[in-house]
């Protein structure tokens, strides 16, 4: 089973801050097969990123996913008041279990 | 548009039994395989279970192995989860997703809660 660890835990900034978050897989992903989700208070995860750099529809551009061996990036350019939010990454390679990172939540500073 | 609406949810004692649906809509459900995920109160994404477009293949998170089982109906577009033996861990708002490898759409999910 291949664990996904989440850095940092919490990420305080200011709007129009970039943030980059971070997820480091136990082994290789298969083919990149790592995606984002965004999820806010009380509402269900959004489809971010998959593919590790492949924007999903509707997804503003200041969004964008980046790997480098088993550690998987995710970068908001400037963060825009709806960007605060828990963010989970998955890997889709290895499967079954899909797999969860434990979230970063990005907060308001 | 793509619609998941899941149903079923509620109050159940250790021990009990539930049945979840996820009714689907604005894609062609019998041709994707479905998930259910689980999130405790205040914690992460858990996945449960797995269905192949056809029901022909099943998978089991191990947390649910032998006591959760996972269906679904073609014709009426529809996903089940059945839960059996619930125990207090098993307490979370229960999504399905559509499957592209990884989650491509959510339900808002019906929340699940066990205590006697």
């Known amino acids: 089973e291949i664990v996904l660890t989440q850095s940092p835990g919490t990420l305080s900034l200011s709007p129009g801050e970039r943030a980059t978050l971070s997820c480091r897989a136990s082994q290789s992903v298969s083919s990149s097969y790592l995606a984002w989700y965004q999820q806010k208070p009380g509402q269900a995860p959004r489809l971010l990123i998959y593919g590790a750099s492949s924007r999903a529809t509707g997804i503003p551009d200041r969004f964008s996913g980046s790997e480098s061996g088993t550690d998987f990036t995710l970068t908001i350019s400037r963060l825009e008041p709806e960007d605060f939010a828990v963010y989970y990454c998955?890997?889709?390679?290895?499967?079954?279990?899909?797999?969860f990172g434990q979230g970063t939540k990005v907060e308001i500073k | 548009q793509v619609q998941l609406v899941e149903s079923g949810g509620g109050v159940v004692q250790p021990g009990g039994s539930l049945r979840l649906s996820c009714a689907a809509s604005g894609f062609t459900f019998s041709t994707y395989g479905m998930h259910w995920v689980r999130q405790a109160p205040g914690k992460g994404l858990e996945w449960v279970a797995f269905?192949?477009?056809?029901?022909?293949?099943?998978n089991y998170a191990d947390s649910v192995q032998g006591r959760f089982t996972v269906s679904r109906d073609n014709s009426k577009s529809t996903l089940y989860l059945q839960l059996d033996s619930l125990r207090a861990e098993d307490t979370a708002v229960y999504y399905c997703?559509?499957?592209?490898?990884?989650?491509?759409?959510w339900g808002q999910g019906t929340l699940v809660i066990v205590s006697s």
């Open positions: 997703a559509n499957h592209q490898g990884y989650f491509q759409h």
């Open positions: 269905i192949r477009y056809d029901g022909g293949n099943k």
């Open positions: 998955q890997q889709h390679g290895s499967t079954p279990p899909w797999t």
